[in-house]
Each structure stands twice: as C-alpha cells, then as structure tokens.
C-alpha cells in the first residue's frame, strides 16, 4: 500500500535554530500533502496544505514565515521550524492524498521536536 | 466548515466486552468520515472509512462503523476489545469530492483504555 516516510522521528535542537522535517512518498506520486500539528493529549491541527510545484496554503493563525513548507517534486516535502523557539515543542505529521476525491490519506509516523 | 465532536475523552472498558466509541458531525454537504488510530509517538492508522454505498463499514481489526445520516453519527464499535486496542483513536471528516484537497478535520480524540 501507499507509504508516507517521515524524517527524522526525534529531533532536539536549541532555540534560535531552524529545524527541516521531510515527508517521502515512497511508492506513490504526491501532489498534495498536508501538515498537521499535534500537542500533547490534543487532536491534529491542520497547518498547511502542500501542492506540488506551487506554494502552500496555511490555514488561519499558522505564520508561514515561521513554518516553511516546500514541495518541490511529487515524492517529497518539507517542513522548515524556523527560529524555533520552546512553543514550536509539539508532534508533527504530515500526510498524503492517495489518488482522486476521498480515496484515502496516508500518514506520516511524526516527528517529535523538542526545542530547548 | 464541518466540525467533528467525539463523545467521552476517555473510554474505558474490560476486555472482552463491547467497545462503543462515538462520533458526530457537522458538514454542510455529504462527508467522507474516517476513523484512525494511534499508538504513542506514531503516526495515523487507517480503521476504516466511508465516502458512498453502504452505510456499514467493516474496518480492520474487528472494528466497524455505521454512518447514520439522520443522526448525523459515525460511531465506532468493537464487538470484544483486546487489550492491543488500547490506544487513541480519532474520528475525521473530509469534505472532498475529487476536485479540491481538503485535509482532514479531526476530532479531539478518544483515549481507549482496556481493564484486564
């Protein structure tokens, strides 16, 4: 089946740094992948909306400047943190349309960043 | 905008018995509904789905779901939980038919805990 590989799945980096997730589609092309947010004990928050070759749309109250989100091919995107700081702490996921209409999501295994 | 209620935080039953796990929505069109599953730290795994046909969804597991439009339900049930049920398990909407690419909007989760 379709597998969305996340990575890396820990990070720990100090504050003012920039940290890079990465999410592959391994056996399958991608042209949309979402970015979902999740705080401990807390539901996924959908961050962004990634389209191959174009530019993401965030939804509201997500700084984009601050979470930067490129997919530059049909098999990978990518999540920057830039200039994290301890509140960017949380578990992030991302995740894949399989195909046409409501066919199904593939997700990510997450990445857990904690900034310190 | 759709919007997902899951009944109860935490759900707890003994092993062996029913598993009953309740989710509601509202959409302002027809939905695709899903139900995931996450063990700690990993990502989503797909439970099942519905998007047309049969309101009855069987999903893996042992895990199923009715779609009851009336009602505007999704509940999930387990006939005989399993102790490797425990775990969080989320329901989520989609309201894409094929021509946009929404993401999911989720529940707030329902944490599952099996009594030996």
């Known amino acids: 089946g379709a597998v969305v590989s996340q990575h890396p799945s820990r990070v720990i980096c100090k504050s003012g740094t920039s940290v890079k997730i990465e999410c592959r589609s391994l056996?399958?092309?991608?042209?949309?992948m979402f970015w979902y947010r999740q705080f401990p004990k807390q539901s996924l928050m959908l961050m962004a909306t990634s389209n191959e070759g174009s530019k993401a749309t965030y939804e509201q109250g997500v700084e984009k400047d601050k979470f930067l989100i490129n997919h530059a091919s049909l098999t990978l995107s990518t999540l920057t943190v830039t200039s994290a700081h301890p509140e960017d702490s949380s578990f992030y996921i991302c995740s894949a349309k399989i195909g046409q209409g409501a066919t199904g999501y593939t997700f990510g295994s997450g990445t857990r960043l904690t900034v310190v | 905008a759709q919007s997902v209620t899951q009944l109860g935080s935490h759900v707890s039953v003994s092993e062996g018995a029913l598993v009953l796990l309740r989710c509601n929505y509202s959409?302002?069109?027809?939905?695709?509904l899903f139900w995931y599953v996450q063990y700690p730290n990993q990502g989503l795994q797909l439970l099942l789905k519905?998007?047309?046909?049969?309101?009855l969804v069987k999903g893996i597991n042992g895990f199923e779901a009715e779609f009851k439009k009336s009602e505007t339900s999704f509940h999930l049930t387990k006939p005989s939980a399993h102790m490797s049920d425990a775990a969080e398990y989320f329901c989520?909407?989609?309201?894409?038919?094929?021509?946009?690419?929404?993401?999911?909007?989720f529940g707030k989760g329902t944490h599952l805990i099996i009594q030996p």
């Open positions: 056996d399958f092309q991608a042209t949309t």
């Open positions: 989520a909407v989609s309201l894409d038919s094929g021509g946009g690419a929404d993401g999911l909007t």
């Open positions: 959409s302002s069109v027809p939905p695709y």
């Open positions: 519905y998007t047309t046909g049969a309101t």
